[in-house]
């Protein structure tokens, strides 16, 4: 297999990022990590992968080290898996090393993985590479040991529903159509995709599965995790309330994970900046553009419950958008870094969701949907460009857009059927 075979299938990255998986296979590194972090709240669909689908998860991982050379493979799994521990050691075969890791957030970070697993830091601004690693997600490498299109995704359905469970689902059925399939224990509800940390607050469920979607978590709409978004939905509302209520305490940079592996981010100063910057002439720091918006300053370590995440994130894009770059000297990990991690236990009670089943077995939903609506543009970089036309019949598997440039990604139908609409975001097939 070789980096061009990943790219035909389509394979990017599976744990949110959604980054082309072949144009990271270009590089040359000399240690492989496999992301079995799995650091958001009440997610397991990569440990359910694990235990259904090692065997591919592990060819997956083989072929990455032959395309790319490197000499090592870790995988950073947390020490609390005992049964995907001891069953992927079994498995694994030479040179593999299983890291055992502490259950914190956000462990699955990479620049945190690195760390935690190899004691490598990774510089200011730049990639995992350069430190001598690629990190790859579980069902990214599931995906390449399969060998086939990526047309299916794994999904953890969690929350206020009856059975939590990870489900495998054709790429663009419905939000609806999945949770349709469960029983929802909240009268009133709101769903968050991706993750109760990193994820998007859902207002419309006709929205579709990516090959980059993780989770749908249905909450109260009076819980903490959607009164805390709702409150922040805009820049002004951050800028708002940053003005008005930051005493500048520093708990969010003292917690921050990327702050305490020697990064110079600093969401206090955004929001200082928040505070006494002028539209017309911003006070920017450049050292948050290192931010990797884990929220965990917003969620977690604000006692007023303002969003530094949300000011760092806003200070991020003004400084891409003046060309603004870090230059300062190489970085050591804080002395306090062993100390100021955060328990996913203290990090789900913060979120409130305790009350919630934290499990996430393997389900077969039979999902078969009547039709699908594909993102073009399910990845980072350029959106796909089509390869069908309205009315033309495909079969699951069949090409149906084609990369457009160096990071983009092609796309495959997920159902057999017909190329009912094509439009600028996403091409709809019905079944039949």
Same mark, same amino acid.
């Given at each position: 297999m070789?980096? *061009?075979?990943?790219e035909?299938l389509g394979?990017?990255?599976?744990?949110?990022?959604?980054?082309?998986?072949?144009?990271?296979l270009?590089?040359?590194?000399?240690?492989v990590?496999?992301?079995?972090?799995?650091?958001?709240?009440?997610l397991?669909?990569?440990?359910?992968?694990?235990l259904?689908?090692a065997?591919?998860v592990?060819?997956?991982?083989?072929?990455?080290l032959?395309?790319t050379?490197?000499?090592?493979?870790?995988?950073?799994i947390?020490e609390?898996?005992?049964?995907?521990?001891?069953?992927i050691?079994g498995?694994?075969?030479a040179g593999?090393?299983?890291?055992?890791?502490?259950?914190?957030?956000?462990?699955?970070?990479?620049?945190?993985?690195?760390?935690?697993?190899?004691g490598r830091?990774?510089?200011?601004?730049?990639l995992?590479?350069?430190?001598g690693?690629l990190?790859?997600?579980?069902e990214?490498?599931?995906n390449?040991?399969?060998?086939?299109?990526?047309?299916?995704?794994?999904v953890?359905?969690?929350?206020a529903?009856?059975?939590?469970a990870?489900?495998?689902?054709p790429?663009?059925?419905?939000?609806?159509e999945v949770l349709?399939?469960? *029983?929802?224990?909240?009268?009133?509800?709101r769903?968050?995709?991706?993750?109760?940390?990193?994820?998007?607050?859902?207002?419309d469920l006709?929205?579709?599965?990516?090959?980059?979607?993780g989770?749908?978590?249905v909450?109260p709409?009076?819980?903490?995790?959607?009164?805390?978004?709702?409150r922040?939905?805009?820049?002004h509302?951050?800028? *708002?309330?940053?003005?008005a209520?930051?005493d500048?305490c520093?708990?969010c940079?003292?917690?921050c994970?990327r702050?305490?592996?020697?990064?110079?981010?600093?969401p206090?100063?955004?929001?200082?900046?928040?505070?006494?910057t002028?539209?017309?002439?911003?006070?920017?720091?450049?050292?948050?553009?290192?931010?990797c918006?884990?929220n965990l300053?917003?969620m977690?370590?604000c006692?007023?419950?303002?969003d530094?995440?949300?000011?760092?994130?806003?200070?991020?894009?003004?400084?891409r958008e003046r060309g603004?770059?870090w230059s300062?000297?190489?970085?050591?990990a804080?002395?306090?870094?062993?100390?100021r991690k955060v328990?996913?236990?203290?990090?789900?009670?913060?979120?409130d969701?305790?009350?919630?089943?934290d499990?996430?077995?393997?389900?077969?939903l039979?999902?078969?949907?009547?039709d699908?609506?594909?993102?073009?543009?399910?990845?980072?970089?350029?959106?796909?460009?089509?390869?069908v036309?309205?009315?033309?019949?495909v079969?699951r598997?069949?090409?149906i857009?084609?990369?457009?440039?160096?990071?983009?990604?092609?796309?495959h139908?997920?159902?057999?059927g017909?190329v009912?609409?094509?439009?600028?975001?996403?091409i709809?097939?019905r079944r039949?």
């Amino acid at each position: 297999m070789t980096p *061009r075979d990943v790219e035909a299938l389509g394979v990017i990255g599976a744990g949110g990022a959604g980054f082309p998986t072949h144009v990271k296979l270009e590089g040359k590194p000399d240690t492989v990590i496999v992301n079995a972090a799995e650091c958001e709240p009440l997610l397991h669909k990569d440990m359910e992968v694990i235990l259904h689908h090692a065997d591919d998860v592990l060819k997956g991982l083989s072929a990455v080290l032959e395309m790319t050379g490197a000499r090592d493979a870790i995988i950073g799994i947390k020490e609390k898996h005992d049964r995907e521990i001891a069953l992927i050691s079994g498995k694994a075969p030479a040179g593999v090393r299983v890291v055992p890791i502490e259950d914190v957030y956000p462990a699955g970070d990479e620049i945190t993985l690195i760390y935690m697993t190899t004691g490598r830091l990774v510089q200011p601004g730049s990639l995992p590479i350069t430190a001598g690693c690629l990190v790859q997600n579980v069902e990214t490498l599931y995906n390449i040991g399969a060998g086939r299109p990526v047309v299916d995704k794994f999904v953890a359905v969690a929350g206020a529903v009856e059975h939590p469970a990870t489900v495998r689902v054709p790429v663009g059925v419905s939000y609806a159509e999945v949770l349709s399939r469960f *029983r929802i224990t909240a009268p009133d509800y709101r769903v968050r995709s991706g993750g109760l940390m990193m994820g998007i607050l859902e207002d419309d469920l006709s929205r579709t599965v990516s090959k980059r979607t993780g989770a749908l978590i249905v909450l109260p709409a009076d819980h903490y995790c959607v009164t805390m978004y709702r409150r922040f939905a805009t820049d002004h509302d951050t800028d *708002r309330i940053a003005k008005a209520g930051c005493d500048q305490c520093a708990f969010c940079t003292e917690l921050c994970p990327r702050y305490l592996l020697g990064q110079p981010v600093r969401p206090e100063t955004a929001m200082r900046n928040r505070m006494f910057t002028r539209e017309e002439e911003p006070m920017l720091f450049a050292g948050n553009l290192s931010c990797c918006e884990c929220n965990l300053c917003t969620m977690y370590s604000c006692p007023e419950g303002l969003d530094p995440r949300g000011a760092t994130v806003i200070e991020k894009r003004a400084a891409r958008e003046r060309g603004l770059s870090w230059s300062g000297p190489g970085i050591t990990a804080h002395p306090m870094f062993e100390y100021r991690k955060v328990p996913s236990a203290k990090l789900k009670q913060r979120l409130d969701v305790l009350r919630f089943a934290d499990e996430g077995p393997l389900r077969d939903l039979q999902l078969a949907p009547e039709d699908v609506r594909i993102p073009l543009h399910e990845h980072a970089g350029a959106a796909a460009e089509p390869a069908v036309a309205r009315g033309q019949r495909v079969r699951r598997g069949d090409l149906i857009a084609r990369a457009n440039g160096r990071i983009s990604s092609n796309l495959h139908a997920s159902i057999d059927g017909t190329v009912a609409a094509l439009s600028a975001d996403h091409i709809h097939i019905r079944r039949g």
